[in-house]
C-alpha cells in the first residue's frame, strides 16, 4: 500500500454544519504560517479538526509542533493563511478568546497545584457559589459531587476526590485535565504531548481516555513525536518538518511502517552510515543503520510525482 495525502474535498465529504449544512470543520487552518523576524517557525500548514475524531500532529523538537498550539490556542496569531472556527475566519488575540470558542489546551506541564485537593484543581478559578452577597460561600459538595461524577464518566474511579492531586500518577493527573476540559464544554481538545514523560502503562491509561474524549464527540488535536502512541488513536496525521508540513494522512491510507518511515528521515540515517564508514571499526552499528535506512526506504510513501 502507498500513503496518499488528503485532499479538501475528501476532507469536507462528511462534515455539515448543523444550522445551514453546508460542508465545514470544527476547526480548519489553510496554508497558515508564523515567523519571528527573519525566522520562519511555520509555513503553509492545512490540517482539519473534526468531532468525534483525532487528528495527530507529529514532528521531533524544532518541528514547528509548539507554534501551531500557540496559534490555534489563542498564545500567538498567525501571519499568514487562515484559522476557521465552525466556518468563521478567526484570529485569536488572547487564550481567554480561543477557550470561549470552545478550545482547551492541556499542556505537558499541567497546570496543577499538587498539594491542593482533586476537587479544588478541577473547579481551579472557576469555582461554584451558592449563596447572596455578604452570604455567598464555596458550593463545596456540589463541586465534589460534579467532580467525582465527570471523572467515573471518562473511566477514572476514585474513592477520594479529596486526596491531593500531587499523589495521583502522571496518567491521572493528565485525564483529570481532559475530564476537566470535557466538562467545561470544550469542543477542540489540544493535547501537548501528554505521555512524553510517560511509562508504557501510564501512557497507554492516557491513550485510552483519549478515545473516550473522541468517543463523547470532542475534536482532538494530539501532539506528540511518537508514531507508536499515534497510530492506535489517530484518525488523520500531519507530519510536521522544521516549520513544514511533510505530509497529511487519513488513517486508512497510510500504515504505521510508513508513518513511522516519514518520521525516522532516510536522509538523516543515510548520512549517519556515512559518517560511521568514515570514522571506521564500528562495523556492527553500521550494519543496523544501513539496514534502518532500508527499511526507511521500502516503508516510506510514494510520492505523487512518481504516481501513475
Known amino acids: 500500500m502507498n500513503a496518499q495525502q488528503i485532499d479538501q474535498q475528501t476532507l469536507l465529504k462528511d462534515e455539515k454544519d448543523p444550522l445551514t449544512h453546508t460542508p465545514v470543520h470544527l476547526l480548519s487552518l489553510e496554508n497558515v504560517g508564523k515567523h519571528y523576524g527573519n525566522i520562519i517557525a511555520l509555513r503553509d500548514v492545512t490540517m482539519a479538526v473534526d468531532n468525534g475524531r483525532v487528528t495527530c500532529v507529529l514532528g521531533d523538537n524544532g518541528a514547528g509542533k509548539s507554534t501551531l498550539i500557540k496559534i490555534i490556542a489563542g498564545l500567538h496569531q498567525h501571519d499568514e493563511g487562515t484559522l476557521h ?21 492541556v499542556y505537558q506541564d499541567l497546570a496543577v497545584v499538587p498539594l491542593m485537593p482533586i476537587w479544588r484543581n478541577f473547579f481551579l478559578g472557576s469555582e461554584l457559589t451558592s449563596g447572596f452577597g455578604p452570604f455567598k460561600s464555596m458550593d463545596v459538595q456540589k463541586m465534589k459531587d460534579i467532580t467525582k461524577k465527570e471523572l467515573a464518566d471518562m473511566g477514572i474511579d476514585l474513592r477520594d476526590v479529596e486526596q491531593p492531586i500531587g499523589q ?8 483529570v485535565a481532559i475530564a476537566r476540559a470535557v466538562y467545561f464544554g470544550a469542543k477542540v481538545l489540544i493535547l501537548d ?31 506528540t513525536h511518537n508514531p507508536h502512541h499515534a497510530f492506535p488513536v489517530g484518525d488523520r496525521f500531519l507530519l510536521l518538518k522544521r516549520g513544514k508540513s511533510i505530509g497529511y494522512y487519513d488513517k486508512k491510507d497510510i500504515t504505521l511502517d510508513e508513518l513511522t518511515a516519514q518520521m525516522a528521515g532516510g536522509a538523516e ?4 552510515a556515512h559518517e560511521l564508514e568514515q570514522l571506521g571499526g564500528h562495523s556492527d552499528a553500521l550494519e543496523e543503520v544501513k539496514a534502518e535506512v532500508a527499511g526507511v526506504a521500502d516503508a516510506a510513501p510514494e510520492s505523487p510525482s512518481k504516481k501513475h
Open 269 to 272: 540515517l543515510a548520512e549517519l
Open 85 to 105: 472556527v465552525m466556518g468563521d475566519a478567526r484570529k485569536f488575540s488572547s487564550p481567554r478568546e480561543a477557550l470561549d470558542a470552545g478550545i482547551a489546551t
Open 168 to 175: 495521583l500518577s502522571g496518567g491521572e493527573r493528565q485525564c
Open 193 to 223: 504531548e501528554p505521555t512524553a514523560a510517560l511509562g508504557v502503562k501510564q501512557s497507554g491509561v492516557v491513550l485510552r481516555y483519549i478515545l473516550q474524549a473522541r468517543d463523547r464527540g470532542l475534536g482532538v488535536i494530539f501532539i
